[in-house]
């Protein structure tokens, strides 16, 4: 197989349709990429230190706004907590306590509260909203180097948005500091090979690619994905019509079930004004 | 040289310090993670569509909270919309307008409206922090896949936070509809090799990186790090204290100078309700 049917194999499985532009040059980074699943089930192998270490350097070379490097990361890998992390994320599997380790991804200002105070300044730009979504991007950006680094070492991943059904028990089990925020988790380990999950399709490119003007969104390009996700989940005996459970995602219920309706005062008691 | 001399002089540049642990197993993966920096003079070389296709697959192959994929982007190559876009940035540089190919990376919830409205449902979740928050998240995550497909190409990329600075003025340039939230530009291209700038050093990784607890910030990290980026800088006749600009970008002045203060706004006429 040469590295474009590579490719070709790897779009097609991303899209869940056959691809109708050229891939051009390819590589093993693409590979990586676009061979990512989100891995639920672990070997019972630990992930080193050095490992851990090299997967964090990864996250640190990421771009950061300007310099400012506000996010920071602790590394859970004892047994009790990762337990009760378990429960934070309320999840149908127990990947988060049998997970060699999870990386709990902080908006972090402790630094920069430390030197305002050496130098008797403000940090008025805490009161801005701009300053919290750049923290939210910023973990986003640095997670994923993170994620990459770990898959590109033959480790699995699976982010857990679930850590901010209860962002307060989370600061209290890893000792956050009320200013420190823990936005999300990503869990790290070897992945069991019997866990029946692939490449789960995407949108079609189309939906999501504009060319110098945005367009509105395109009901057919709509309609050809929830066949896409379909065909992919029938092969695991399932079946989801993607648009019904999206929308359902997206009622106030979710935000209820899940508790993140107290998202907010977390980032109030941290110290974000979010004007 | 083998790969882990190569290893630990990518992991020396990136602390600005000799390395006190060892890499582990390293790949080319890791190698273009750890050799990023950002790219701001480009070569006159055009970047294909077949290329920013596979940025984009690469994006699209990030992992999405729920699945629900509420990121589109907009790659503008026209010469005015990218010359309109550099007015908006403010940069000192022209790396905007110049560049081949810029990404803006969207919070886009088009598609969930055109399904909640044929379903006769609410998007109540946007009415909380957590849907913005994890907008801002999911762009990150998204756009930085992108930044290292990219760079596996040998592309250039430079992340444009500044398009915050007027985003109704990019909405207005991209045709976006209101509820389309331009958050992040990633500008791309085929980085001109005279242009002098290096890996830049990130904090040690000890104030960074917690294991299972959280610990106070360090002064002597601190200080550490303000002495490795002034040697950085030094190599290019400059000087930095990292410690001093940090507070300086953290003061109210940042935001008022930059016009950020209307980040809020933009996502009130956009439909979150951010309780």
Request: with cysteine.
């Amino acid at each position: 197989m040469t590295i474009n049917d590579n490719a070709r194999e790897l779009l097609n499985a991303r899209y869940g349709t056959e691809l109708d532009w050229e891939p051009g040059e390819w590589n093993d980074t693409l590979n990586v990429i676009l061979s990512h699943r989100s891995v639920r089930r672990w070997l019972d192998e630990p992930v080193s230190e050095e490992q851990v270490r090299s997967i964090v350097a990864a996250a640190q070379s990421a771009p950061s706004s300007s310099n400012k490097q506000t996010v920071s990361v602790v590394a859970v890998q004892d047994a009790e907590i990762k337990k009760e992390l378990q429960v934070v994320g309320r999840q149908m599997f127990n990947h988060i306590e049998t997970a060699p380790v999870v990386l709990i991804w902080c908006i972090d200002h402790s630094i920069a509260r430390l030197l305002a105070e050496r130098e008797g300044k403000e940090l008025g730009a805490l009161e801005y909203f701009d300053e919290a979504g750049l923290g939210f991007l910023d973990a986003g950006i640095m997670s994923q180097n993170a994620a990459i680094a770990a898959e590109s070492m033959g480790l699995g991943t699976v982010y857990l948005g679930s850590m901010r059904n209860d962002m307060e028990r989370v600061q209290e089990l890893l000792h956050l500091p009320t200013h420190v925020v823990p936005v999300v988790g990503l869990a790290i380990g070897h992945p069991d090979p019997t866990e029946r999950a692939g490449i789960k399709p995407r949108l079609p490119q189309d939906a999501v690619l504009h060319w110098d003007a945005y367009g509105a969104p395109r009901p057919e390009l709509i309609d050809a994905y929830d066949t896409a996700l379909d065909t992919y989940y029938s092969r695991y005996g399932q079946h989801q019509l993607w648009s019904h459970q999206f929308v359902s995602r997206l009622g106030a219920e979710s935000i209820i079930k899940t508790n993140r309706r107290l998202v907010r005062r977390v980032l109030e008691k941290a110290g974000f004004g979010l004007r």
